[in-house]
């Protein structure tokens, strides 16, 4: 597999929008094409500990085979209980995130592994410290984007949004994919008009959707469909 570097950060356009269901589903992927991955949660809030039942690391850890052994403790930076940004989180336990130790635990894991696979909590433009914003991060550890959005209404302007803060600060996203996070799926003329919008106003294709997911220790086939055109390009 040719790439620009081995780590990938998973950022959402807002909060919900299935970063951790994409993030899952880029694990399994990578496996299945006989890569090491490790997935990172730099921070989590909203979650006691890794063993919560809101730990991202827990769900996925808990779906795919070759983790179910290992510990979720160990793809978890920081965890704060209140469901806040990170820098008020933090804040509520009397402490502050050091950016220095992100970095630090992100090479190590970077030398360890094939593909490191981080996930944001949030969006781009939420605090990660009193200076420093999700952006920021990106910058410091290097890692190339995946932007997660919704596929419904609502969904251009956020991806527009995200994308031209991206292009401001000459990052280049690996691409973008739709999630369906309704009850009810998008349909297909909506899905078509926010794709060619997207397309349109920022030069940057949608990769494609991905459906509801109802067993997640096996997802069906057409939900890795978006994530083969992304690694394409990766």
């Not at 299945?32 to 730099?42: A, C, D, V």
């Not at 209140?82 to 970077?110: F, H, M, S, W």
Request: net charge negative; aromatic share 6%; charged share 25%.
């Amino acid at each position: 597999m040719i790439r620009k570097n081995n780590k990938l950060i998973v950022i959402g356009t807002d909060t919900g929008v299935g970063k951790t269901v994409l993030s899952l589903l880029l694990m399994r992927l990578l496996y299945s094409k006989g890569e090491t991955p490790f997935y990172l949660k730099l921070i989590q809030t909203g979650c006691a500990n890794a063993y919560d039942t809101d730990s991202d690391a827990q769900f996925i850890y808990r779906h795919i085979e070759e983790l179910k052994k290992k510990d979720p403790a160990d793809s978890i930076i920081y965890c704060y209980k209140n469901p806040k940004a990170p820098y008020c989180a933090a804040r509520d336990e009397g402490q502050v995130i050091d950016v220095d130790l992100i970095r630090e635990v992100v090479n190590k894991n970077t030398s360890l592994c094939s593909v490191v696979v981080m996930e944001a909590a949030g969006g781009l433009l939420v605090p990660v410290t009193e200076k420093l914003l999700n952006i920021d991060l990106i910058e410091l550890t290097g890692a190339t984007p995946i932007v997660v959005a919704r596929a419904g209404l609502g969904t251009i302007n956020h991806t527009l949004l995200t994308l031209e803060i991206l292009n401001n600060r000459k990052i280049d996203p690996l691409g973008v994919v739709f999630i369906e996070t309704g009850e009810e799926s998008t349909d297909e003329p909506m899905l078509r008009e926010n794709m060619e919008c997207i397309k349109k106003f920022s030069g940057i294709q949608v990769n494609g959707v991905i459906g509801k997911i109802h067993n997640f220790s096996s997802p069906e086939r057409n939900c890795y469909i978006p994530l083969e055109r992304l690694l394409n390009n990766y």
